[in-house]
């Protein structure tokens, strides 16, 4: 088991510098540059050129590039350009934020889609195997942004129950402990601010579980009925066991390796464009953190934070894996 | 069993890392009492050092926590005392003295004087300062006084301290527009101790004397600033705190408005300030809009180089129903390059007619019939104009029936900018939005002929007229406003006969709030003093 996991963190390196080679191609190919954003609109080409000059912007590419790449090896991010402040340090609210946003529509979209998929097997052909994916087809269609404006209509601005965007009522004053405001409430103790904070989950955690939750369902679906047809569910109908425990403990656990698979994909995926929903909750994550890089050309920002979104996703994947092996024993990395 | 006692084990030292995590730190939660104003705003500040940026959500926080020399008044961009009580100019106005206002401090208690302004001037403008250094850069200041300290156009020769409270400056030139840059947000005044302290992180920790100081800043997300208990004006901040909340998308901004969860938001789209009149919950406050949106033609390209092609293209914009259509009616046309309520207004100039006959027999004339242009349009909206391409639509169908084809490019804002700024177009939808509220900073930047240039441009129709260039170099440099007034009406009325843009609008900017609002004046500038409003709940 070590040595695979080993294994699989050095592959992740020629990724991760295949990655930084790519994104810092593409931000530099782009017309405008950071000197511009930060110089303002007003400015007289000569300031603009002499910010450039500050910012080692008037630098070969390539030199640019095994700069960047130097500080990357001593495990400097580097820091932004237009705010001038460490990449690290401004990356940890935006990345927990992020994460606890992707972590609440995961559950939903779990819940929901493999409880949605598992239905429809079960009643495979019949109207509520209709109606189930038709709910899927809507969860993928759905444009995410036009769902949220709909919730903060719904939600917030008619029925007043839930607020309509942000991670906290402005008026509380929490110095954040882990940035996870969940976390942060309950290290804090305090029950009434952590249900402001639970509230102000619900609508973006829904809105951007959607899509996740129409996959899951459907490839739950498919795999169930897969394994649903096999030889030892039959004889376990046979030994008289409810269907209950047929349905969840027999089969779903048989079926769940390619769920398992889409829900790492998925998890990865929302880690870093999870921009829409971002942006109309005005939730302060990646995604939007990126989106601002990238119209300010705010270049080691928009590689850092690729960068790292790009670690995330491989590492959840591997995560993946890792816990195919918990769930069939068949499955092993070590060889023997 | 071993299994139980290591998954207990397991929770337990979970729960001794939470509690030491808990213990460990000294941070906490408060409920906030007293009255608070939350601004809803489309994006973050970048620093909080005024010196270092350029962007209006920037400066709009920056205006609560430093005072200027200086200021605009309420409603109009004529000059009122701030931290200067008076002043008084040489005849050739080149020497200016303020006297200050006493017993000023800064948020820090650092005592406010002349050595305070003359520390702020001199990490602006020298180079050598070891305080010229921030966040980001120092980008105003050289826009504004032509250069740092030792470059060959550089205004200001020298500030000094006569006694405590009052300060000379010494220019090399004179300026038209001076007091009205000193009056600008980006030159309030910091606390110098808190700026050699640390110049870099000013831009984190700002202080300075204004109505509010900064308690809390999650990036992206919200600043908050709170009273200054000291604050100079008394009565004043009117509310205890003002929080600045970011929330990019302009639907779900006004949603937070609909439902109670921010009292005051800007960067409305047009056609729901319709929504807010009908809502008796709600008001509408209407910036007069200190900007232009214009067609530049470049005139460097032919057929644009033809005075009788942008007559007639002058006349086939039909400027009311613009404005009517992607305006909600909320802009004036504009006749002249910047709007009626500036200094030096040239009223008398009439627009041209929308004659699409007119326009149709003056490209003929020409022998220009069917000729094909390219249309520069930008994708992303902007206070001057919130959809260019849509605009760029209706004005190509009217273009089309006399007898001109148009072919419509779009792109994103900062590509756009890089292209329309090298000259890349035939003919370009563009804008401004005013810095300082002087005719300066129209028509030198919009049309001098010395801001033509190869590339990064802000002359983008190319217009180089010497005779203008004369006229706004002795406006730029003289200080007597009806001389200057008279120069600015003369060089309006060469341009309007030369036409080297169609003027569109000046766009009014609509800013919505809940009905409860008082004292709330939106400046032309975009500048607003929040310490003046308050929330009355009936």
Known sequence: MGAYLLRRLLQLV????????????????????????????????????????????????????????????????????????????????????????????????VFWGVNLGIFSAWRHHSAWDFFAMIIALLGI??????????????????????????????????????????????????????????????????????????????????????????DYVRTAKAKGLSEFTVIYKHTLKNAFIPILTVIGLQTGTLLGGAVLTETIFSWPGMGRYLYTAISERDYTVVQSGILIVATLFVLVNLLVDLLYTCLDPRIQYERK | MEKRLMRWSSWVMLFLCFSLIVSCHSGSIQKDQGSMLIYGRGADAKSLDPSQVTDGESFRVTQMIFDTLVEYK????????????????????????????????????????????????????DREHPQHKGAIAFTYYPDMFAGFKGDPNHVIQSVTAIDEYTVKFVLNRPL??????????????????????????????????????????????????????????????????????????????????????IDLMDGMNPSDAIQVEKDPKLQLFKQQGMNVAYLAFNMRKKPLDHPQFRLAINHAVDKKRLISNFYANLAEPAVNPYPPFMLGYNDELKDHSFDLGKAKRLIEEAGLKGVKLKLYTPQDPRPYMPNGKKIAEFLKEDFKKIGVQVEIVTFEWKTYLDKVKSGEHDMALFGWNGDNGDPDNFLYVLLDKTNAREQNSSNIAFYTNEEVHQLLIKAQSTVDRTKREQLYRQAQAIIKKENPWVPLVHATVPIAGKASIRGFYPHPTGGYKLDQVEIIEK
């Open chain 2, 74 to 125: 309420d409603q109009n961009t004529e000059i009122q005392p701030c931290l200067a009580e008076k002043w008084e100019s040489s005849p050739d106005g080149k020497e200016w003295i303020f006297y200050l206002r006493k017993n000023v401090k800064f948020h820090d208690g650092t005592p406010f004087n002349a050595e305070a302004v003359v520390f702020n001037f001199k990490r602006w403008m």
């Open chain 2, 176 to 261: 038209g527009p001076f007091l009205a840059n000193l009056a600008m947000p980006p030159f309030g005044i910091g606390s110098p101790t808190a700026i050699k302290k640390d110049p870099v992180q000013f831009g984190e920790k700002p202080v300075g004397t204004g109505p509010y100081k900064l308690r809390e800043w999650k990036k992206n997300d919200m600043i908050t600033v709170e009273r200054n208990e000291d604050y100079w004006k008394k009565g004043f901040p009117k509310t205890d705190k003002i929080i600045f909340k970011s929330i990019p998308d302009n639907a779900a901004r006004f949603t937070a408005l609909k439902s109670g969860d």
């Open chain 1, 14 to 109: 020629p990724v991760l510098i295949g990655m930084t080679i790519v994104t810092f191609a593409v931000v530099h190919f782009i017309p405008g540059d950071p000197a511009q954003t930060i110089a303002g609109e007003k400015a007289t080409p000569e300031r603009v050129e002499e910010i450039r000059k500050e910012l080692g912007l008037d630098q070969p590419l390539y030199r640019q590039y095994v700069q960047y790449m130097g500080n990357l090896l001593q495990g400097d991010l580097g820091d932004s350009l237009v705010t001038n402040r460490p990449i690290v340090e401004e990356v940890v609210p935006y990345l927990a934020a992020t994460i606890e946003l992707v972590v609440a529509s995961m559950l939903i979209a």
């Open chain 1, 141 to 230: 269609s759905i444009p995410v942004f036009w769902l949220g404006l709909m919730e903060q209509w719904l939600f917030a601005q008619t029925l007043d129950w839930l607020p309509s965007n942000g991670r906290m009522d402005p008026r509380i004053g929490m110095e954040p402990i882990t940035h996870f405001y969940v976390v942060d409430t309950i290290l804090y103790g305090d029950l009434e601010v952590l249900w402001d904070v639970l509230k102000h989950l619900i609508l973006p955690a829904i809105a951007l579980s959607t899509v996740p939750m129409a996959i899951i369902a459907r490839i739950t679906r498919s795999s169930m009925l897969e394994v649903m047809r096999a």
